[in-house]
DNA sequence: GTCTATAAGCAGATAGAC
DNA sequence: GTCTATCTGCTTATAGAC
């Protein structure tokens, strides 16, 4: 319906909210095309091997988001703490305060998610290595900072598994605020 | 092929393998009839609702594999210590070292997902309850020991993510390893 | 309690007009 | 770059024989 050429990031926003809210294998072309307000063959105009281009567009999105909103934070001026406290407000709007699953936990399930677990696991080592340097930085030693970093993201993730499987973002959104003190106690 | 009259037991537990390899959506009916050698029409007779009926049989018995695995361990004799290291690993059988997903994470996804978060977040809250009593009993006030009942959760549910995502399970070793102190620091 | 056969619908994907 | 129409295969689900 209308096909007022919608630009391409804002199709793919589109996209990645269908993804989001349904999964790779729930997320079906008619949910994709409604959402886009493309038909089916526009659809694959732009995406030409089909969903599994779609999620790689919306992979490759979030990659950026998740540089623009975490990875730029972490590298800015200002104190170390100051950095991490702009970190987890990054996190925070990225996961929509909890409301918001992610693709990690999505895009690696079942069969079709074997292909995206390269993708994934770079992402995660990125965020890894950006948290890690800010606490070698701070003065940790090399390994701490590391199984800093690792238990950093490990609680992310797990608060938002159980914010959504528990019905209330008030578990997810006291794991972001208690963050930058976790880190650097 | 074959019909061997399987007990229901082991039946749940194919579907259970299943299920937990390619969740809710990805489990098709060929799959779940090619694991347990039932046809279509067999487990239809089983469970008349079809894949949901299968679903909520699923999740009942992980229900009563957590309480054997886990609630009873904490629940019984023994220091406080060695009841959260049992508590452990009663976790690492539970997933399968980090091999296996968890339910919780991959029955919340989705449309369909929704019928199923009710029953995961009784689940959730009866080991939160059950680690939480524990810590007070150690001594911990009534907060803390929730919180960190919580904090436990989340970091075991967390580290299964990543350790899906990331590719090895050595993360979700870890966590588990560490559990103990982390509580009773 | 299992099977074979089949229905009805939706999945992903393509052809070709405009 | 979008559309309509269509294809093939797989999905859940049912009917009825044994």
Redesign the interface.
């Given at each position: 319906m209308a096909h007022p050429n919608l630009p391409k990031d804002e199709v793919v926003e589109r996209l990645t909210r269908v993804f989001r809210?349904?999964?790779y294998?729930?997320a079906s072309l008619a949910r994709l095309s409604e959402a886009t307000g493309l038909g089916r063959s526009s659809l694959y105009h732009h995406f030409p091997r089909g969903k599994e281009d779609m999620a790689e567009a919306v992979l490759a999105a979030s990659r950026d988001r998740i540089a623009r909103l975490v990875l730029v934070p972490l590298a800015a001026d200002g104190t170390v703490r100051e950095r991490f406290v702009a970190m987890a407000r990054g996190f925070g709007e990225f996961y929509g305060n909890g409301n918001q699953?992610?693709l990690?936990?999505?895009f690696?399930?079942?069969?079709?998610g074997k292909q995206f677990?390269p993708v994934?696991?770079i992402g995660?080592?990125r965020m890894k290595q950006a948290i890690g340097d800010v606490l070698v930085e701070a003065g940790f030693d090399d390994a701490l900072a590391q199984r800093r970093a690792?238990?950093a993201?490990?609680?992310?993730?797990?608060?938002l598994?159980?914010s959504?499987?528990?019905?209330s973002t008030a578990?997810f959104q006291r794991?972001l605020e208690e963050l930058p003190d976790r880190l650097l106690s």
């Open positions: 809210r349904e999964g294998e729930g699953a992610c990690t936990e999505l690696g399930i079942g069969t079709p677990i994934l696991t995660i080592a690792e238990d993201l490990i609680a992310i993730h797990g608060a598994v159980l959504r499987a528990g019905g578990l794991v």
